[in-house]
């Protein structure tokens, strides 16, 4: 038997089986401690952009919301420029990517198209998308935001993950580029 056919039949053993192997007790060890930082950010009572206190953490995951209904999920290493990106009118398309989902949902653009008519600066420079961009990153301001310190960029990056999978928040996919 050939190196090649062993190693497909193995896969496929492993494949059989793989809602039967219990989570790594390590992962699953670390994931349990990230429950008590989601508490504390649900805890976390909601502020206003534009009311920041002067004193932010600097790596952590954040929340944005309108009222009880959970938009959003980030990461950030600098939370303050990350949230102007988010907000400021003249953030890019590269920069406010929750603005720019926002905007593709009103505009019904929904689709990615990554030719030049259908990319991301030619929607910028399309002067009804242009528009409900703009009113996105103002919208996007105007959300209710929490946020929880985690410096540790493995346990921030699944405290994301967690956060947004247990809150469904609706622009959180994880898609890459």
């Known amino acids: 038997m050939t190196r090649a056919i062993r190693w497909r039949r193995l896969s496929s053993k492993r494949r059989d089986r793989g809602s039967q192997r219990p989570v790594d007790p390590a992962f699953k ?24 206190p002067s004193r932010l953490p600097e790596k952590c995951i954040y929340l944005l919301s309108e009222a009880e209904n959970h938009l959003y999920v980030g990461r950030t290493r600098r939370l303050r420029n990350r949230l102007r990106q ?49 009113q996105a990153k103002a919208r996007v301001r105007n959300m209710d935001l929490r946020f929880v310190e985690e410096a ?26």
């Open 152 to 177: 540790d960029p493995t346990r921030q990056a699944l405290l994301e993950i967690y956060a947004s999978v247990v809150l469904r928040t609706k622009y959180n996919d994880f898609d890459t580029h």
């Open 86 to 134: 988010h907000s400021v009118a003249g953030a890019q398309h590269n920069q406010a990517v929750f603005a720019f989902k926002l905007a593709r949902e009103v505009t019904g653009r929904l689709t990615a198209a990554y030719s030049s008519g259908g990319s991301r600066v030619a929607l910028s420079s399309d002067g009804v998308f242009g528009e409900a961009f703009t």
């Open 29 to 52: 060890q670390f994931v349990e401690t990230l429950h008590p930082s989601f508490e504390r950010l649900m805890q976390m009572s909601a502020l206003k952009m534009s009311a920041l």
